[in-house]
Nanobody
Framework: QVQLVESGGGLVQAGGSLRLSCAASRSIFSIMGWYRQAPGKQRDVVAT???????NYADSVKGRFTISRDNAKNTVYLQMNSLKPEDTAVYYC?????????????WGQGTQVTVSS
């Protein structure tokens, strides 16, 4: 098992920046990602990063958000620049671990990001 704890959310004006952090309770050698869920909408992927550092982004955040990870600190980050009101959502950290051939999905508790216009 692993616990994921997000931090760094808050209220920011449009055009501003925030950096989210997700600390894992132990080393993770699999893909990690950030997802977000706005009120009344489904949870969507924002960005993912493999253990080797390969990244992928949703089209809506390309060029504005950067995902990174520090394996020594068991932490993944999401640097969010040029924030827009439509980025307002609860942001969740995620990883998928495989044990005995089964996949297990782990989520953090979420951190609120609110972007005012």
């Amino acid at each position: 098992q692993v616990q994921l704890v997000e931090s760094g959310g808050g209220l920011v004006q449009a055009g501003g920046s925030l950096r989210l952090s997700c600390a894992a309770s132990r080393s993770i050698f699999s893909i990690m990602g950030w997802y977000r869920q706005a009120p009344g909408k489904q949870r969507d992927v924002v960005a993912t990063i493999t253990s080797g550092g390969t990244t992928n982004y949703a089209d809506s955040v390309k060029g504005r958000f950067t995902i990174s990870r520090d394996n020594a600190k068991n932490t993944v980050y999401l640097q969010m620049n040029s924030l827009k009101p439509e980025d307002t959502a609860v942001y969740y950290c995620n990883t998928v671990l495989i044990s005995l051939g089964r996949e297990y999905d782990y989520w953090g508790q979420g951190t609120q990001v609110t972007v005012s216009s």
